[in-house]
């Protein structure tokens, strides 16, 4: 079986972008990373896939004003160029209309910093440790209009220990964050993702 051409957004410093294209290395990894994209033209991520030797493209939404349709169709014709099957959005921090979500339904992920459906939205470790919760993680889902709520593919949590603060709670997450991408996406690749219950609320103490 081909792989599976795949492309990621991002917008910063692409930690998530790196374990994907760490684990795509692998002979028997099913899907192979062809393309960065960054909507802003400084981030980080941008040299580290360059370094790996992986194609970038820079689509700065400020260059479109409030024109989201026509951000999205250049984002979409950078896709179609590569001739991309999946994408993975790793850090990607604008809100996509339902045609562009329409157009890879199915065939887009999200990797979200929070046990979905708790903690939609922005500033996940802050509110998680002010509401107090024993565990928190983190989710991909299959991107769908509405944000961070689409079918989720993996999950897996941390404890939430006694005097975190936000960075080290961050630090905890995104170990699991870097460990959790690369297996949903080989699932995904694979054709044997199944959308699965979310564990948030579930408890171990
Ligand atoms: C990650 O923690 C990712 O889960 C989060 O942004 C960070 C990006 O880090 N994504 C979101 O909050 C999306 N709403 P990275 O650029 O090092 O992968």
């Known amino acids: 079986m081909s792989r599976k051409r795949v492309a990621i957004l991002i917008s910063g410093r692409g930690s998530n972008m790196s374990a994907l294209i760490e684990a795509a290395r692998a002979e028997d990894y099913p899907a192979e990373i062809v393309l960065v994209i960054s ?14 030797g992986i194609a970038t493209a820079i689509v700065d939404h400020t260059r479109f004003g409030s024109d989201r349709a026509a ?31 329409g157009r890879w339904s199915g065939r ?13 939205g922005l500033d996940t470790h802050r509110r998680a440790l002010a509401a107090g919760v024993k565990q928190h993680g983190a989710t991909v889902h299959f991107v769908v209009p509405e944000m961070d709520s689409g079918p989720i593919v993996a999950q897996d949590w941390v404890p939430v220990l006694e005097g975190d603060t936000e960075q080290t709670l961050a630090r905890r997450v995104l170990e699991v964050e870097h460990r959790l991408y690369p297996q949903a996406l080989r699932a995904v690749a694979e054709g044997r993702a199944t959308p699965i219950a979310s564990a948030a609320g579930k408890s171990a103490g």
Request: aromatic fraction near 10%; include cysteine.
């Open 71 to 101: 951000f999205e169709r250049a984002l979409n014709t950078e896709l179609q160029a590569y001739r991309v099957d999946l994408v993975c959005l790793a850090g990607f921090m604008r809100i996509l209309t339902p045609w562009f979500v």
């Open 108 to 120: 887009m992920l999200n990797i979200h910093p929070a046990l979905l459906p708790q903690f939609k």
């Open 39 to 52: 909507n802003r033209p400084e981030a980080a991520g941008l040299a580290r896939a360059q370094a790996s």
